[in-house]
């Protein structure tokens, strides 16, 4: 008796095998960084720029109101604290639960930063806590040793040259999580038309607030590009300036160091060093005189029940985690003769 034909299975459409590639990845591209991808992140990095350099000349010409500065501040807040508080606190290292329209709002936040996908950016950094200023770290400055031509590369590297290395942090590896929240995927695939939402928005307003055209363009400079170079460096300075400089009152297995100067412009991400060693905590100024405008942020929308079970620092284990002042004076007088040695050598 011939046994009955088994059909063979159906070859999967085209349409099919992009949703798989997408629900892989995550979002765009994937563990290998395509020509394009270079291309872009070099404009995104280059115009702004170059808008900053700018800046000066075409204030003191008048070209910058109050609408413009209003416009510019208001951007740079909503997207840096969706970088602080949604993509590193939340979605890196769960430091509280949003609800559903906060988890959103959130996501689309940081995206506006214009550093990449969620996703994305969440692997990276879950990878580099893994490996923090060791091997295998993203973006360490000090990657090439800690001699001073090493540390000037690493610098450069850690701040900006990490970003065009072709090989990228594999999501499904440091990110399966998020690949399974359909919402979180929803987001991330939506991070093109969030480039332009954020490009475009700032020079919307501002043509509609002024009703002219002269209001659009100036809009647009410092609302779009001056703010989105800003929010980059100061993003990326938590990564070079923070690594390599600061002060350590809590011990960490790594160089986090605490920048002051640099705290409100990043939301209370320069408090690095408690963030190093206390990863999972919601609050990264715990002391006295840090403010941490995200952690503030997170009370507030506690408070409201928009976000629940939050970390907060705990008084036990911030204590366990202290570095003695004998401690710290010794680092200081070894940090300072290693400094000493650098500039020696480089003489």
Not at 8 to 18: C, D, F, H, I, K
Request: aromatic share 10%; charged share 20%; hydrophobic share 45%.
């Amino acid at each position: 008796m011939t046994p009955p034909a088994v059909a063979a299975p159906e070859a999967p459409t085209r349409a099919a095998q992009a949703d798989e590639l997408d629900v892989d990845t995550g979002t765009l591209g994937g563990e290998q960084k395509h020509v394009w991808e270079q291309v872009a992140l070099a404009l995104f990095i280059g115009i702004p720029f170059l808008a900053v350099l700018a800046a000066v000349p075409i204030a003191w010409g008048g070209f910058l109101g109050w609408r413009d500065i209003v416009i510019a501040v208001v951007f740079y807040t909503v997207a840096g604290h969706g970088i602080s508080i949604g993509f590193h606190r939340l979605f890196t290292h769960k430091s509280f639960k949003p609800n559903r329209p906060m988890k959103y709002a959130l996501a689309i936040a940081g995206s506006l930063a214009i550093e990449g996908p969620v996703i994305r950016w969440v692997a990276d950094h879950r990878k580099h806590h893994k490996f923090s200023d060791r091997d295998g770290d993203p973006h360490s400055p000090w990657k090439y040793g800690n001699t001073l031509g090493a540390l000037t590369k690493g610098f450069l590297h850690a701040h900006i040259g990490w970003l065009f290395d072709t090989e990228q942090t594999p999501q499904r590896q440091y990110a399966p999580d998020l690949l399974k929240d359909k919402d979180i995927v929803k987001v991330s695939r939506m991070f093109p038309f969030l480039v332009l939402v954020s490009l475009l928005l700032p020079a919307v307003i501002g043509g509609l607030w002024s009703w002219s055209i002269e209001g659009a363009l100036t809009a647009f400079f410092w609302g779009s590009l001056v703010r989105i170079a800003l929010l980059h460096h100061v993003t990326w300075s938590i990564n070079s300036i923070c690594h390599t400089i600061g002060d350590r009152p809590f011990k960490s297995r790594d160089k986090s160091g605490n920048v002051w100067w640099l705290a409100i412009l990043s939301q209370g991400e320069s408090w690095h060093n408690l963030h190093h060693s206390d990863p999972t905590c919601a609050r990264h100024g715990v002391l006295k005189g840090q403010l941490d405008t995200s952690a503030r942020c997170i009370w507030f929308f506690e408070q409201r029940g928009w976000v629940s079970d939050v970390r907060w620092p705990v008084p036990e284990r911030l204590e366990a985690r202290r570095v003695s002042a004998e401690e710290q004076a010794a680092e200081k007088a070894a940090e300072k003769a290693a400094r000493s040695r650098r500039t020696k050598v480089a003489a």
